[in-house]
Structure formats: structure tokens, C-alpha cells
């Protein structure tokens, strides 16, 4: 019996990505991919990591918010909350203090160096977006941001 020669490969000159770019998915996560790109290399000299960004921010713009209040905004877990807050506190960015209505509850806010570190790292998050955005009109950005909060708030 004789052997069969598989018939060679077909070689591919141009991808195809039509199905994928039909895809709301794989359209947010090819342009997440650009922007966190962006923002690791340009947060790196603050040593924050998006999530770290987004605590600070909330704290910065919420003084006193509690840790229940930072999660339920975030959607993060309470466990993976508590070692951030603590690392954040050993960094001192931010400090704890009793909460004014609820005993059991400790409000969190910046310290002085943190402040500061949250203006300048705001100021860098706005030029990373104006970048990111940069081929969008004005009003296709703002469109393109309540279409996406579309998505995720209910």
C-alpha cells in the first residue's frame, strides 16, 4: 500500500479578522490592550498598577470612603482589597481614621504624599487618554465613553 503525501499548506497572505472585529469584545480588549500598555509604562514611575490608580483616585476625589465603598465602585473582593489598603498605608499614600457615623468602619484618606502623588498621577492618566484618544473627535470620545458605560452600569 502506498503512503499518501499530505497536500502542502496553504499559505495565508492577508489575515482575515473580519468575525473577530464584529466581536464588542475583541474590539474593548484590543483597545484595553493599547491603553494599559500605556499606562504600565507610564504609571511605572508613580509604582502604580491600574487597580492601585483607581484606589487612590477614589480616595482623592471621596475622602473618609470605607473599604465596603471601595469595592462595591471598583467591584474588587473585600480580601483582595485588604492587602492593597495595607501596602498602600506601608507606602504611606494613604492613612485610616475612625469612621464619623459607623463605629466598625475606618474611612480612608490621603496623606500629603500621597496627595500629591495622585495629582501628578492624574495629570499623566489624562495625557494617556488624550493620546489613546487622540484619532476621535471630541464628541466621538464622549460617545464612545456612555456607550461603554452602557455596558457595565446597569
Avoid at 29 to 56: C, E, H, K, N
Avoid at 57 to 80: D, E, F, K, V, Y
Amino acid at each position: 500500500m502506498a503512503s499518501r503525501t499530505p497536500a502542502p499548506a496553504t499559505a495565508v497572505e492577508q489575515v482575515d479578522t473580519s468575525y473577530l472585529e464584529s466581536l464588542v469584545g475583541y474590539n474593548a480588549r484590543r483597545a484595553t490592550l493599547v491603553i494599559m500598555d500605556a499606562f504600565f509604562r507610564q504609571m511605572a514611575v508613580y509604582g502604580l498598577r491600574p487597580v492601585d490608580f483607581s484606589v487612590l483616585s477614589l480616595i482623592a476625589h471621596n475622602p473618609g470612603i470605607t473599604s465596603r465603598q471601595l469595592c462595591t465602585s471598583l467591584s474588587i473582593q473585600p480580601p483582595n482589597l485588604v492587602g492593597m489598603i495595607n501596602q498602600l498605608q506601608r507606602r504611606e499614600l494613604i492613612t485610616r481614621r475612625p469612621h464619623p457615623h459607623d463605629g466598625r468602619a475606618m474611612g480612608l484618606h490621603l496623606t500629603a504624599t500621597g496627595k500629591k502623588l495622585v495629582k501628578q498621577a492624574e495629570v499623566t492618566a489624562a495625557e494617556l487618554e488624550d493620546q489613546a484618544t487622540v484619532r476621535l473627535t471630541a464628541t466621538e470620545r464622549r460617545t464612545l465613553m456612555q456607550l461603554l458605560r452602557k455596558i457595565y452600569i446597569p
